[in-house]
């Protein structure tokens, strides 16, 4: 610690008192405050005069009148020393003088001393601030030379020590002006030199320092916080003036398309800013999109259609709260982008249908154009047709197409296209069109009628009514209308000698064919007719088909008996030998029926005989022969009627009457058949029976030559007799008169009902000898 010898510094005052003899003198020191312990401050002893050594016999004492007890005595030499730290500041707070008294007590005599004590300040105390931190709130809009005062600092210590001046901590904006208050002590004020700007700098700090006059000097601080209130000075401003965004076409409402962003420096109301239209927005863009006015987000409130608009302009202005704002205002540029939301347009210019079914390939059915309101690939369109039908498309230029034929067409097959055309553009996803050409064919008359049947085959019953119908026949075009529209004629001809149109005649509208007269099987067994079905096309087409009638035979002929020849018109006589045996055949019975088939197939039954038991009639041959032997005792005229009965439903008859003489005569002997003798001459008077089985045959002419050559039948078959038929032969002319031939032409003529048959070939019979 660094001392300083008070001595120097007592002063010696004697003070006379008429008060009190016994105060004898008043002595004075003065040291400084803050002395360690032991301190010298005066040899008191010495400074009264009085006798060192006998201070402790005359009882030296000191009585302080502090209440402690700063300062002590050494009764050995006499010297007063800081017995206890002494604080100025503690002892006389502000006071600028500080002292404080001591009694000085000897006795023998008894005498009393006055010491004052003075404490000198030292500058142990710095200057502090109230706070350490003071606020000022200063408006940004406050004039240069406004003053604000700012707290003082306070020194404990006095005088020189205590505060002296003040500081401020360098800035731009605030000096200080230290002044004197009466009291002498000082104060500062804030000075506003240039202007804030609470958006440049919302907050200043500074560092105000008081300094005392103390040596050494001693400062305290405190840190003075400046707070620029907001003036509504700014306007809001945008990051930019002018936004570009891409927005795709058909955003859904509600997307956001920008968020504008201004930003105004003020703050409270008057930074707070509301966005808007701005005035002179079009209404088409009112209408397409909205403005949050507290976020500034741009919204898609309509529907943003590519095709309408590209683009468009939004002009948005933006103001804040606070008094007298100020809008400002920017530009938002919105580039729609395309999207795929148009289907391609299929526009048929041209259709030529129907086209004729004989258009030679390449024939033009329609020209197409296609377009796609999108741009870019999602407005390129691509057609196609299917491959199956007999058209191609071919692309004249960009988006226009031609349908045209590329094969021959055929109403028949297929009267009607529907061509479905598909336009597809290039978006992802692609879009497409279908649409659907109907190219109807027209008729050309290019098919002939067609019957159903490649022929016809009639079987009518002889004795037809005429007029009856013989049968219909029906043809079919597969043209249409005109082309299709069928008439039947019958093509000219003749049948045995006549003209067909005598014997038949056909409706043309429908086909029915009727017979003009009534035929005769006997006459006419068959004919043919060639129907011509012709439609009414131009060139007309027509078509043939042969008609076959075959007239059916009736059992309308009675069997007629040849032989033996009635002698005149009554009976037949014949004679029988009386020697003859039993079984001699008398005569045969021959009869024709000019019918056919059963209708011609004879029986013979006795009718009526003299003599019942004498003469047999052979059912199926017409033999008579003889029973029994002849006696004497028979007449020698017997008469036999014969009845003849063909197998006709119901059967005609016819009957013969024979009268046979018994003679006495000897008898020439008749050949027999199965005799030996039989010779081939007499195979005349037979009647054969010939089976013959046809299978499968289709030939039309048969010669059975029946062993040993001499008789010669043809059997004329039609294609159809194999199938179907019962051959009934006959010799050409069933006249008696042509017998004596060994060549017999015999012609065979079908009849119904037997596939494999027996015909019989009846020979003419010889007459019986
Ligand atoms: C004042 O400035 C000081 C120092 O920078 C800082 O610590 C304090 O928080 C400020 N006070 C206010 C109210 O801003
Ligand atoms: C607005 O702009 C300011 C300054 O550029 C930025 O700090 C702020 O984050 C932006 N706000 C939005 C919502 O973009
Ligand atoms: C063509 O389309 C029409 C109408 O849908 C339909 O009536 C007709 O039957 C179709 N023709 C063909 C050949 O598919
Ligand atoms: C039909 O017959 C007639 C006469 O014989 C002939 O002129 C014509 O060419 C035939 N028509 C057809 C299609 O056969
Ligand atoms: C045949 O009859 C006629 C009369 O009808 C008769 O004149 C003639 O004599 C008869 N002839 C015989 C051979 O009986
Ligand atoms: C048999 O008759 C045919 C025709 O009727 C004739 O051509 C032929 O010469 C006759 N034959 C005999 C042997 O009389």
Same mark, same amino acid.
């Given at each position: 610690?660094?001392?300083?010898r008070?001595?120097?510094?007592?002063?010696?005052?004697?003070?006379?008192?008429?008060?009190?003899?016994?105060?004898?003198?008043?002595?004075?020191?003065?040291?400084?405050e803050?002395?360690e312990?032991?301190?010298?401050?005066?040899?008191?002893?010495?400074?009264?005069?009085?006798?060192?050594?006998?201070?402790?016999?005359?009882?030296?004492?000191?009585?302080?009148?502090?209440?402690?007890?700063?300062?002590?005595?050494?009764?050995?030499?006499?010297?007063?020393?800081?017995?206890?730290?002494?604080?100025?500041?503690e002892l006389?707070e502000?006071?600028?003088?500080?002292?404080?008294?001591l009694?000085?007590v000897v006795?023998?005599?008894?005498?009393?001393?006055?010491?004052?004590?003075?404490?000198?300040?030292?500058?142990?105390?710095?200057?502090?601030?109230?706070?350490?931190?003071?606020?000022?709130?200063?408006?940004?809009?406050?004039?240069?030379?406004?003053?604000?005062?700012?707290?003082?600092a306070?020194?404990?210590?006095?005088?020189?020590?205590?505060?002296?001046?003040?500081?401020?901590?360098?800035?731009?904006h605030?000096?200080?002006?230290?002044q004197?208050?009466?009291?002498?002590?000082?104060?500062?004020?804030?000075?506003?030199?240039?202007?804030?700007?609470?958006?440049?700098?919302?907050l200043h700090?500074?560092?105000?320092?008081?300094?005392?006059?103390?040596?050494?000097?001693?400062?305290?601080?405190t840190q003075?916080?400046?707070?620029?209130?907001?003036?509504?000075?700014?306007?809001?401003?945008?990051?930019?003036?002018?936004?570009?965004?891409?927005?795709?076409?058909?955003a859904?409402?509600?997307?956001?398309?920008?968020?504008?962003?201004?930003?105004?420096?003020?703050e409270?109301?008057?930074g707070d800013?509301?966005?808007?239209?701005?005035g002179?927005?079009?209404?088409?863009?009112?209408?397409?999109f909205?403005?949050?006015?507290?976020?500034?987000?741009?919204?898609?409130?309509?529907?943003?259609?590519?095709?309408?608009?590209?683009?468009?302009?939004?002009?948005?202005?933006?103001?804040d709260?606070?008094p007298?704002?100020v809008?400002?205002?920017?530009?938002?540029?919105?580039?729609?982008?395309?999207?795929?939301?148009?289907?391609?347009?299929v526009?048929?210019?041209? =259709? *030529? $249908?129907? #086209?004729?079914?004989?258009?030679?390939? /390449?024939? @033009?059915? %329609?020209?197409? +154009?296609?377009?796609?309101?999108?741009?870019?690939e999602?407005?390129?369109?691509?057609?196609?047709?299917?491959?199956?039908?007999?058209?191609?498309?071919?692309?004249?230029?960009?988006?226009?197409?031609?349908?045209?034929?590329?094969?021959?067409?055929?109403?028949?097959?297929?009267?009607?296209?529907?061509?479905?055309?598909?336009?597809r553009d290039?978006?992802?996803?692609?879009?497409?069109?279908?649409?659907?050409?109907?190219v109807?064919?027209?008729?050309?008359n290019?098919?002939?009628?067609r019957?159903?049947?490649p022929?016809?085959?009639?079987?009518?019953?002889?004795?037809?009514?005429?007029?009856?119908?013989?049968?219909?026949?029906?043809?079919?075009?597969?043209?249409?209308?005109?082309?299709?529209?069928?008439?039947?004629?019958?093509?000219?001809?003749?049948?045995?000698?006549?003209? =067909? *149109? $005598?014997? #038949?005649?056909?409706n043309?509208?429908? /086909?029915? @064919?009727? %017979?003009?007269? +009534?035929?005769?099987?006997?006459?006419?067994?068959?004919?043919?007719?060639?129907v011509?079905?012709?439609?009414?096309?131009?060139?007309?087409m027509?078509?043939?088909?042969?008609?076959?009638?075959?007239?059916?035979?009736?059992?309308?002929?009675?069997?007629?008996?040849v032989?033996?020849?009635?002698?005149?018109?009554?009976?037949?006589?014949?004679?029988?030998?009386?020697?003859?045996d039993?079984g001699?055949?008398?005569?045969?019975?021959?009869?024709?029926d000019?019918?056919s088939?059963q209708?011609?197939?004879l029986?013979?039954?006795?009718?009526?005989?003299?003599?019942?038991?004498?003469?047999?009639?052979?059912?199926?041959?017409g033999?008579?022969?003889?029973v029994r032997?002849?006696?004497?005792?028979?007449?020698?005229?017997?008469?036999?009627?014969?009845?003849?009965?063909?197998?006709?439903?119901?059967?005609?008859?016819?009957t013969?009457?024979?009268i046979?003489?018994?003679?006495?005569?000897?008898?020439?002997?008749?050949?027999?058949?199965?005799?030996?003798?039989?010779?081939?001459?007499?195979?005349?008077?037979?009647?054969?029976?010939?089976?013959?089985?046809l299978?499968?045959?289709?030939?039309s002419n048969?010669?059975?030559?029946?062993a040993?050559?001499?008789?010669?039948?043809?059997?004329?078959?039609?294609?159809?007799?194999?199938?179907?038929d019962?051959?009934?032969?006959?010799?050409?002319?069933p006249?008696?008169?042509?017998?004596?031939?060994?060549?017999?032409?015999?012609?065979?003529?079908?009849?119904?009902?037997?596939?494999?048959?027996?015909?019989?070939?009846?020979?003419?019979?010889?007459?019986?000898?």
């Amino acid at each position: 610690m660094d001392l300083r010898r008070a001595g120097g510094l007592c002063l010696w005052t004697w003070l006379a008192t008429c008060l009190l003899d016994l105060v004898l003198a008043q002595i004075r020191y003065s040291i400084p405050e803050e002395l360690e312990h032991g301190a010298f401050v005066g040899n008191i002893a010495e400074d009264l005069g009085l006798d060192v050594d006998r201070l402790t016999a005359r009882r030296f004492r000191i009585v302080s009148g502090a209440r402690r007890q700063y300062l002590e005595v050494n009764l050995e030499n006499g010297v007063l020393f800081v017995n206890e730290r002494i604080d100025r500041e503690e002892l006389c707070e502000q006071n600028p003088s500080c002292s404080f008294h001591l009694q000085v007590v000897v006795e023998n005599p008894l005498e009393l001393y006055r010491v004052e004590v003075e404490i000198l300040d030292v500058n142990d105390n710095s200057p502090s601030f109230p706070w350490s931190e003071f606020n000022l709130d200063i408006s940004e809009s406050a004039v240069p030379g406004s003053r604000f005062p700012l707290e003082s600092a306070q020194d404990a210590d006095v005088g020189e020590n205590s505060v002296s001046s003040y500081l401020l901590s360098v800035n731009g904006h605030f000096v200080i002006d230290v002044q004197t208050r009466s009291d002498g002590s000082k104060f500062a004020e804030l000075i506003l030199e240039t202007p804030l700007d609470r958006e440049r700098q919302k907050l200043h700090q500074m560092v105000l320092t008081a300094v005392d006059g103390g040596s050494p000097e001693r400062s305290g601080t405190t840190q003075v916080n400046v707070t620029v209130l907001d003036a509504n000075d700014n306007a809001p401003v945008f990051d930019q003036s002018f936004y570009r965004v891409r927005l795709p076409e058909n955003a859904p409402k509600g997307t956001v398309v920008i968020r504008l962003n201004a930003s105004d420096l003020d703050e409270g109301p008057n930074g707070d800013i509301t966005y808007s239209f701005s005035g002179h927005a079009p209404v088409k863009v009112r209408e397409l999109f909205a403005v949050d006015s507290r976020t500034g987000e741009i919204k898609v409130k309509g529907l943003v259609d590519y095709e309408k608009a590209r683009m468009h302009e939004i002009y948005v202005q933006a103001k804040d709260k606070g008094p007298s704002g100020v809008a400002v205002h920017c530009k938002v540029l919105v580039s729609v982008l395309d999207v795929n939301d148009n289907l391609p347009e299929v526009i048929l210019t041209s =259709v *030529s $249908t129907p #086209v004729q079914e004989d258009a030679p390939p /390449g024939t @033009v059915i %329609a020209v197409i +154009s296609v377009m796609d309101l999108d741009s870019g690939e999602n407005g390129n369109v691509d057609c196609e047709i299917p491959h199956h039908v007999p058209f191609q498309l071919h692309s004249s230029f960009r988006n226009y197409y031609t349908l045209v034929t590329c094969d021959f067409l055929d109403r028949e097959t297929v009267p009607e296209y529907n061509v479905t055309l598909t336009a597809r553009d290039m978006g992802t996803p692609p879009l497409f069109t279908r649409k659907t050409i109907a190219v109807q064919v027209s008729d050309v008359n290019d098919n002939a009628p067609r019957f159903k049947q490649p022929s016809y085959t009639v079987y009518l019953m002889e004795n037809n009514a005429p007029g009856a119908a013989l049968c219909s026949l029906s043809a079919h075009d597969t043209d249409s209308d005109q082309n299709a529209f069928l008439s039947y004629s019958i093509l000219d001809g003749s049948i045995q000698g006549m003209p =067909v *149109s $005598t014997y #038949v005649s056909i409706n043309s509208d429908n /086909g029915n @064919v009727y %017979a003009l007269r +009534s035929f005769d099987h006997e006459q006419l067994r068959n004919f043919q007719i060639v129907v011509q079905a012709r439609d009414a096309g131009f060139p007309p087409m027509a078509s043939n088909v042969t008609v076959s009638v075959f007239v059916l035979d009736q059992n309308d002929n009675v069997p007629i008996v040849v032989s033996p020849a009635p002698q005149n018109g009554s009976a037949a006589a014949e004679t029988v030998p009386r020697s003859v045996d039993a079984g001699y055949l008398v005569t045969k019975i021959t009869a024709l029926d000019a019918d056919s088939g059963q209708n011609s197939r004879l029986f013979y039954q006795v009718l009526q005989a003299s003599d019942p038991t004498l003469f047999s009639v052979a059912l199926y041959t017409g033999e008579i022969r003889t029973v029994r032997r002849l006696t004497e005792k028979d007449a020698a005229r017997q008469a036999l009627v014969v009845l003849v009965k063909d197998n006709g439903q119901p059967s005609l008859t016819a009957t013969a009457s024979i009268i046979l003489s018994l003679v006495d005569s000897a008898p020439e002997l008749a050949p027999d058949l199965g005799d030996p003798a039989f010779g081939p001459e007499d195979s005349a008077s037979l009647t054969l029976y010939l089976i013959v089985s046809l299978e499968g045959t289709k030939k039309s002419n048969l010669d059975i030559q029946i062993a040993p050559g001499k008789y010669c039948y043809k059997l004329c078959l039609t294609p159809e007799s194999s199938k179907s038929d019962f051959m009934f032969l006959k010799p050409y002319s069933p006249s008696a008169s042509t017998v004596r031939n060994n060549t017999k032409r015999v012609t065979a003529q079908p009849a119904r009902g037997v596939r494999s048959g027996a015909w019989r070939i009846t020979g003419p019979l010889p007459p019986m000898r």
